[in-house]
């Protein structure tokens, strides 16, 4: 009977941008990384330059791709991009900074991330059941494709996203906070998931750019 090998997949969130300085929320729209968020993502790159990577996916946004690139740097390794790794739809609610979004739709956001029911969204947006189907097709398909020679995968995506997927993966109560270049890695053999890292920062902060 043939045996599948382990996929280590290694979940990369992307690099500050000036929506994040901002406080907006970005979700499905885009901006550009700042100064430090190409730091991040260079440091990052650094920090997991001993680790040898079979293929990089990453989110169509922008600020996704630049990470990435950022991130790989010189290395040969192929970047596929693949739009149903973007961040979570939060609808009317785009762009909007903290004050406007108070403003104009009161604490929804904190209903939102109260998380009692996955079903919810925001107006003409995406809830976090459906955000975690379009994340998992994605992934099963990753896995499938290198689960013969098995071996370390880089997905860039964005902070709710991965921790969405994570947190539906694992069964926690909550979706883990992910800084930006942060990484977290969940380990894929014979049909099940290992968590073994949570939006660990070492790997960026051990070569800070500064």
Known sequence: ????????????????????VEKRLQGICDSPLTVNGIAQAKSVGIGLSDIEFKAVYASESRRVVDTARYAIGQRNIPIFTDPRLKEMNFGVLVSLSQTELLAQYGNILEKLYSLTDLNMSAPEGESYVQLFSRTSSAIDEIIHKHKNEGGNILVFSHGVTIGNYIMQIAKLSGYPHLENCSVSVIKYLNGEFYVDRIADTSFRDKYYLK
């Open 1 to 20: 009977m043939f045996s599948e090998k382990e996929v280590n997949l290694y979940f990369v969130r992307h690099g500050e941008t000036q929506y994040n």
